[in-house]
């Protein structure tokens, strides 16, 4: 008995230095939404979803002056993974998604938008996290 006391009690201390071992950010790793989009790309606008103080995701729109395409990402803020979704649609043309389970970002969503209004917008796991813009960001 002494020597089962003893092994669980040796585990514990290892997890517990383990785990205190580890940064708290070890977990979760910065995610460049404009940097996800590709080159040229720079972050124009965002929304944020929070509970409380605590952040949980952010929806991102970045812009690429040089060829005049928009891109939208979801990021997590949080260590699991989570169901998000991108959406990018350009006024009289087309609107694209990108939707599943996912632990660091979904999109990029990227779609041509030169002198035209978006809207963008995503979600993060389920109600009441999700959001989109109205028609912006025309030009």
């Known amino acids: 008995m002494r020597t089962i006391t003893k092994t669980f009690f040796a585990a514990g201390v290892l997890a517990c230095g383990l785990a205190s071992a580890l ?37 991102y729109l970045s812009y690429n002056s040089g060829t005049g395409k928009n891109c939208v990402v979801t990021v997590n803020q949080t260590p699991y993974t989570r169901w998000m979704r991108a959406t990018l649609s350009v006024q009289g043309g087309a609107t694209k998604t990108d939707a599943g389970e996912f632990k660091s970002y979904a ?27 109205g028609w912006s960001h025309c030009g």
């Open 23 to 59: 940064p708290a950010q070890a977990t979760t790793a910065a995610v460049d939404p404009a940097g996800v989009c590709g080159s040229g790309f720079r972050v124009i606008d965002s929304h944020p979803f929070k509970s409380g103080s605590t952040a949980l995701g952010t929806i």
């Open 107 to 133: 999109g990029p969503v990227i779609l041509s938008a030169s002198n035209t209004c978006v809207k963008w917008g995503g979600a993060w796991d389920e109600s009441p996290y999700v959001w989109t813009s």
